[in-house]
């Protein structure tokens, strides 16, 4: 048994937290159960590729308070689209808690059908396979009999208490791009605030092109389908949904009074203020600053481009950004306007307001 704590300062310790402890326990292991109050459409879509590229036998997925206060578009198009590909392969499925709101977190790992494993404590899916922006207190176990009482816990749920995805019929809840909530590096700045910067504009501005999977299938907004990282023991950690790493070619950044990348560090960092109303960092790096990306975390940038995307309806988590993507959005690129301040820009990515082709 072990205590798994999130490590976040001023309360900090040696020991593995629960992301660490979760991709150690998920190499292990064949087969894994899991329930989960609370899921989001990219850890859905990690969770499906982990299976897939390391060829595990089966997982099994309940999901505890989506039933009762209802999925958005991409949530639920994630969960379908894991559950189809379970299904198909006859390696397990996706069920929905229907007979009671279930709020725990109860994870279960399995060798030979055998669990030898478990995990349970405060972190949803979603903060296993993410960056905890809260801190999560969980518990690690390995004796032979909590660790059954956990799996069979798992399976019962799902039979008593739940339903298959398959069929299921949703409610949907529309929301505004809420992925940049709470992230670390990401501010909601005060409406004053943003609107001085608004005004602040110059006619200096740029139209950052965005490379559909036909131009970059496995760069820019579609790094998820690259390669993922592989470790000693062979197995292979994908890339997330919304890590994005835009470049950016010389004949833009070569246009006078584009953001340059530093010297002697070969990077310079800019603030950007968005049009829908998120403040964070950017960096300009490398050759010919080609490079465009969130500072603090690649995936900031790709929470805001893709999750416009995803809200608009335009693109279903887990599949390609395409040229017919950013179609159906009305938007090609988005804008990187200069303020008064060279260290202060703007960025504009509103539907319809590029030159799409």
Not at 333 to 346: H, Q
Request: charged fraction near 30%; aromatic fraction near 10%.
């Amino acid at each position: 048994m072990e205590l798994l704590l999130s490590n976040i300062p001023p309360v900090r310790f040696s020991k593995r937290n629960t992301i660490t402890c979760f991709e150690d326990l998920i190499q292990d292991a064949d087969g894994i159960r899991i329930a989960s109050g609370y899921i989001s459409a990219d850890a859905l879509a990690e969770l499906k590729k982990i299976i897939e590229e390391n060829k595990k036998s089966f997982l099994e997925i309940v999901i505890g308070m989506h039933g009762f206060e209802g999925f958005t578009r991409s949530q639920f198009d994630a969960a379908r689209y894991l559950d189809e590909y379970l299904r198909g392969n006859k390696i397990g499925g996706v069920m929905v808690a229907n007979a009671f709101k279930f709020h725990g977190k109860v994870y279960s790992f399995l060798k030979e059908t055998s669990p030898f494993a478990g995990m349970i404590g405060s972190s949803n899916l979603s903060s296993i396979l993410d960056s905890q922006n809260h801190y999560e207190a969980d518990l690690f176990v390995d004796e032979e009999g909590a660790v059954k009482e956990i799996n069979n816990f798992i399976i019962q749920l799902s039979r008593d208490a739940c339903v298959p995805l398959d069929g299921y019929t949703p409610k949907i809840i529309e929301s505004e791009n809420t992925l940049l909530d709470g992230h670390e590096g990401v501010e909601k700045p005060a409406q004053e605030e943003l609107q001085a910067v608004l005004l602040d504009r110059t006619p200096t501005a740029f139209k950052i092109p965005i490379k559909g999977a036909e131009e970059a299938p496995h760069s820019n907004l579609n790094v998820f389908f690259g390669k993922g990282r592989e470790n000693k023991k062979g197995f292979v950690k994908p890339r997330h949904w919304y890590e994005v790493e835009l470049i950016v070619s010389s004949d833009i950044t070569g246009q006078p009074g584009y953001p340059k990348a530093g010297y002697p560090d070969r990077e310079s960092i800019i603030t950007v203020y968005t049009d829908d109303g998120w403040k964070f960092r950017c960096k300009i790096s490398g050759d010919y600053s080609k490079n465009f990306r969130s500072a603090d975390d690649l995936k900031i940038l790709g929470r805001w481009i893709k999750g416009r995307l995803e809200n608009n309806g335009a693109l279903k988590v887990g599949e390609p950004v395409t040229a017919d993507t950013l179609r159906r959005y009305g938007r090609d690129n988005f804008e990187l306007i200069a303020t008064s301040k060279p260290d202060v820009w703007i960025l504009d990515f509103r539907r319809g307001n590029g030159d799409s082709h």
